[in-house]
């Protein structure tokens, strides 16, 4: 029954996550969602109770871009669920100015790509006793026209907040093809996409012109929420992608991601540089 089945969702308190929760639970599911926000959460239960009998929400807060907190909170999570269906990693954000956080890391490439890796990692025991499992990651069409460059992997010179952003969805985008490849014989798939351009609070945590046009891109050509959403729920629930991992979707239609998200020398070295970097964390 889907009430059984478990579904981890990261920023699920605005935006296309928050919509993923919504549908997600109308369908069935039971639901574990990840918040920065305790009363945020508290409002999403209270929205989402009644909207569907016999399954479950559970609320967890944490800060998503420090690894401890993701580390803890994943601990908690594999502990409240021995087994999990799916993982949909959403929580990301975009900073205009270069940003550091408490444990010395620049902020996008804590919260949109270390956050994926750590979290995932601390879930993979219980997906992998469910079975068939999934692993969903958010991405972005902003990939395309960037390459990693692992001597300003933080944006430590020249710091661009929008390349900066566009690089951690190319390291989404890495990550995922490689977690696939890494657990094909498991029987968890790993998949990513892109959720169109979508009017959400993305980017309003900025001040000044970075704010205003974001603002303004969004009230002329971006697309809803509920449009957003559709490729994160349709991965995570869809029949139709029954054993497929390691591609890339946009608008539930799997597609070629860039040229340059293929090279595996650069996703082999994101993925060991990571490793490293959360092992010297703890």
């Known amino acids: 029954m889907l009430k059984d089945q478990i579904v981890v969702i990261t920023g699920a308190t605005d935006g296309i996550g928050k919509v993923a929760a919504r549908e997600l639970f109308k369908k069935g599911y039971s639901l574990a969602l990840v918040g920065r926000n305790q009363s945020k959460l508290n409002a999403v239960k209270s929205e989402l109770d009644g909207l569907a009998s016999g399954n479950s929400i559970q609320l967890f807060q944490a800060d998503l871009s420090l690894v401890s907190e993701t580390h803890r909170i994943g601990l908690e999570i594999a502990k409240v669920y021995p087994k999990i269906y799916s993982l949909l990693n959403n929580a990301g ?12 890391l620049e902020s996008t490439f804590a919260l949109n790509h270390l956050n994926y890796f750590v979290l995932a990692h601390n879930l993979l025991p219980s997906l992998e006793k469910f079975g068939k499992s999934r ?23 020249a710091y661009s907040g929008w390349k900066q952003y566009q690089r951690s969805k190319l390291m989404n985008i890495y990550f995922s093809y490689s ?11 790993v998949n990513c996409l892109h959720p169109g351009f979508v009017k959400t609070k993305f980017g309003h945590n900025n001040l000044g012109l970075a704010k205003h046009l974001i603002n303004l891109g969004q009230n002329l050509f971006a697309i809803n929420e509920d449009k957003g959403a559709e490729t994160s729920i349709f991965l995570v629930s869809s029949p139709e992608v029954d054993g497929i991992t390691g591609k890339y979707f946009d608008e539930c239609k799997e597609v070629k991601s860039s040229k340059e ?22």
Request: proline share 0%; glycine share 6%; aromatic share 8%.
């Open 135 to 157: 692993i969903v990651n958010v991405a972005s069409r902003a990939h395309k026209g960037v390459s990693l460059d692992f001597s300003n992997l933080q944006g430590e010179t």
């Open 179 to 189: 977690l696939s490849e890494r657990l094909k014989d498991k029987g968890i798939s």
């Open 93 to 104: 954000a975009f900073f205009s100015e270069r940003a550091i956080t408490s444990e010395g």
């Open 261 to 282: 998200s293929y090279d595996r020398k650069a996703e082999k070295t994101l993925w060991d540089h990571s490793e490293k970097l959360i092992a010297s964390l703890k």
